[in-house]
């Protein structure tokens, strides 16, 4: 019995560090909050005064009954008190007030154009396939171009809308509508694994990630208004249904849902994914 103490303890002990602190360190006491007693909470800072033994000192804490009490170093951890002054020199001239506006950096966007003809006929399926297939190739690609563009377009089937839990003023910080004054809507999401079995079958599988997918889905006027925005370089609405929306998800998954409705022997959709088998 003494035996497996003495392997416990010293298994318990592994990772301890031994701590100590002199008169006159500055502690917080681990204490229980007014409140709840059943809540405990950081107190202090405290003195150490004098050190008992080891484990216990006794340290005086400012605006208690008791000046001093004895505590546990386990019931304490060091506090440390920040610089009230800090030294700053400037070798230059500096102006406060500088008469010339400040020009903020504006985000720029290089995308990567692509040309649709020269994609058509510079295929790499040029060489496994016969003159009949590659026409029939290019006839199905011209038919959906729009698909391949380098400007995104956006869906007409749908529109997505803010509604708000009561009429009364909305006070917003920049960048975030907050979500408490929005009215949750919900949507079924499918089972994965039922997904998965359904096209797991399949002899060929294809996985369409629809990443830029919400932004293909406008806002209507009243969304516009609701989810503008204010930054230093001025007041903006999104046009398109952005990802920080509350309702954003679930409105994709049901558009998606609907869209896909007819052809659920050959595609599915979860959430932005979609499986063409």
Known sequence: MKETQVKRKTWYDKNSVKREFKEGDQVLILTTARANKFAARWAGPGKIESRISDTNYIVSIPGKKQSSQIYHINMMKPYY??????????????????????????????????????????????DQLNSDQLQQLQKLLRR?????????????????????????????????????????????????????????VSKYITLL???????????????QRLAAFVTNFGKYRPLRMPFSLKNAPYFFSKMMAELLNGGKEFAVPYLDDVAVF
């Open 209 to 223: 990630d629809l990443a830029k997918g919400y932004w293909q889905i406008p806002l209507s006027p009243r969304a």
């Open 81 to 126: 008190q920040r610089p009230e002054l800090v030294n700053f020199l400037v070798s230059e001239d500096y102006n406060l007030l500088p008469n010339e506006d400040i020009e903020f950096p504006v985000v720029s966007c290089n995308p990567n154009i692509f040309d649709f003809n020269e994609m058509v006929i510079d295929s790499k399926l040029n």
């Open 144 to 200: 959906y171009d729009k698909l391949f563009s380098n400007e995104p377009g956006y869906t007409q089937l749908v529109e997505h809308d803010i509604v708000l839990m009561n009429e009364s003023i909305v006070r917003v910080r920049p960048y975030k509508l907050s979500h408490s004054i929005i009215k949750t809507e919900y949507f079924p999401l499918p089972n994965i694994k039922q997904r998965v079995e359904l096209v797991s």
